[in-house]
């Protein structure tokens, strides 16, 4: 199996440390395209990878070839590598915003990949939403969900209207989740907690809960409600929230992230 990277960047990097550490391809059969000197030599050192300085190079000879470059970058790339590719081929797309019409239109190619996935890939804890055009074959798509599967867990989908819905939710969600968690340590400091404890309360409080949702099986709001005494601190807490607008303001978010990203992609 030979797997080329257009785009060396933070993302192909956890995407190549999971292919090596789950076998799927070996160091000489992962070629990277990168035109940044510096992140060619950090992959070349750490992983061991044939880089090239021209994207052409690596899609030769190449069964999938993974798109992990900016949006803005996207149509001239396609353009660049258009030319080389082969009807063999899949392109595995993780440029965000990037719709299939888009890619297999720009490519003159029909076996297009679209993955979405989100940042805590690169510690193998993400969540990755991804659809395929029907040209793409099954051995692909197997091979396709063992990599996405090397950066947590991963969802198929055969709506692609259903992927910007995701990317407002899980995608975004970590910048959400990372806000929250900034709000509830600077809360602790502000009753006088050291910083550095109220990191470490919050950090775990929040993984413990979620960990509880996870194997409990329990919906949500059956948990709060185990959590909160009748008359006591943690009701007084939940009533501020909902007087402030906390679940609103959350359901306010992710729609204006979804619009977003649904006008972004109308404008392809």
Known sequence: MNISFVGGGVMAEAIIGGILDANIASHGNIRVGEPSEKRQAHLANTYGVAIHSRNQEV???????ILSVKPQSLSEVMADIKPALKGNQAVLSIVA?????????????????RVMPNTPA??????TVWTALPAVPKDTITTSRNILSTLGEELFVQDEKLID???ALSASGPAYVFLFIEALID???????HRDVSRQLVLQTVQGSTKLVNQSGKHPA???DMVSSPGGGTVEALMALEQAGFRGAILEGVTAAYEKYRT???QD
């Open 165 to 167: 819905m995701a990317t």
């Open 122 to 127: 690169q510690i193998g804890a993400g969540m």
């Open 187 to 193: 809360a602790g400091v502000y009753l006088g907690l």
């Open 222 to 224: 059956e948990l709060k």
């Open 59 to 65: 899609v030769d000879n190449a069964d999938i070839i």
């Open 264 to 266: 972004l992609g109308e």
């Open 97 to 113: 915003g990037a719709k299939t019409e888009t890619l297999s239109t720009g490519l003159d190619h029909a076996s297009i990949i």
